[in-house]
């Protein structure tokens, strides 16, 4: 375990379905990220969360909501996805004004 | 626009020998890059950084080269063991460019090495 901790670990959703991805960290982080992974490609960052306010919003379609209640916690809420969102959805924690990453060990999606 | 790019896909290795995995980067903002290995059904984790203030760091067997002026990164490796065998991603921040005060970092698409017995 890194301190970062993603749940589910795996995914399979239709289209049609609304699920949540968790991410929890305890290591007094103040900045939470989301990152996609889709195969061949960079890891793309999604969102950013600093102490609890969302910072940036790379341009995502809003199927994907983001949530962060507090600190420790942070949400990607999926509603109507598609088969081209199927990747590996990576949660990471910063300390605000810290550099480097701890990544949880992801969520594997897959929208059939 | 892919501001960090590592142009070898792949990258196939004799154990003991030297591992050389590169990074090119375009934003002359970018002060500090890192990077970080990933196993299979496993994030990230962090393996060594740099700042650009610095041309090489060194932890053990993992080296980073820093070239400012060809921005220009590149990690070595040696001697390379099996466990080494991963994905390799190069990533960068613009830590003094101001305005944010958090990590934001940008990422290559990653190196697949492997490091044959």
């Known amino acids: 375990e890194t301190g970062v901790t993603q749940t589910p670990r795996h995914l399979v959703m239709g289209m049609t379905n609304k699920k949540s991805l968790k991410c929890e960290q305890h290591l007094g982080h103040n900045a939470m990220y989301w990152y996609k992974q889709s195969a061949k490609k960079p890891l793309e960052l999604m969102f950013v969360y600093s102490l609890e306010e969302r910072v940036e919003n790379n341009s995502v379609p809003s199927r994907f909501s983001p949530e962060c209640p507090n600190s420790s916690h942070l949400f990607l809420h999926l509603h109507t996805l598609q088969p081209e969102d199927s990747a590996l959805y990576l949660c990471?924690?910063?300390?605000?004004?810290?550099?480097?990453?701890?990544f949880g060990s992801g969520t594997r999606l897959t929208v059939v | 626009d892919q501001q960090v790019k590592q142009n070898s896909p792949s990258l196939s290795v004799q154990e003991g020998r030297i591992s050389i995995l590169n990074c090119d980067y375009t934003n002359s903002m970018f002060d500090y890059f890192l990077w970080y290995k990933k196993y299979p059904a496993e994030g990230p984790t962090f393996l060594i950084s740099i700042s650009s203030i610095k041309d090489k760091n060194e932890d053990g067997r993992f080296t980073v080269f820093l070239n400012k002026s060809a921005k220009h990164l590149s990690l070595h490796i040696v001697p390379s063991q099996p466990g080494d065998s991963a994905v390799y991603f190069c990533?960068?921040?613009?830590?003094?460019?101001?305005?944010?005060?958090?990590?934001?970092?940008?990422f290559g698409q990653g190196t697949i090495l492997t490091v044959h017995p």
């Open positions: 990533a960068a921040s613009a830590w003094n460019a101001g305005g944010t005060s958090y990590g934001k970092l940008t």
């Open positions: 990471a924690s910063s300390p605000n004004g810290g550099r480097g990453y701890t």
